[in-house]
């Protein structure tokens, strides 16, 4: 069970301990979403190529 703050400077300082520890979280967040970023343009090239090679094959086909 959480102690309620009573005056406005209890409540500044509880507000100023969740915004420290989401500061913390952060570092976490952005970490991973750096991670899924270097995922993402490999999927990226994956399909960037598999569609120059579609287009590479129609056009085959109606020149060759």
Do not use: Q
């Not at 005056?7 to 952060?26: A, D």
């Not at 490999?42 to 056009?59: C, D, E, M, P, S």
């Amino acid at each position: 069970m959480a102690i309620e703050p009573k005056t406005t400077r209890e409540h500044i300082l509880s507000l100023y301990g969740h915004i420290s520890g989401v500061k913390k979280n952060l570092k976490h967040v952005h970490e991973d979403v750096e991670n899924l970023g270097g995922k993402i343009d490999k999927i990226y090239w994956v399909l960037l190529t598999v569609a120059g090679t579609a287009v590479l094959f129609v056009l085959e086909r109606m020149f060759g």
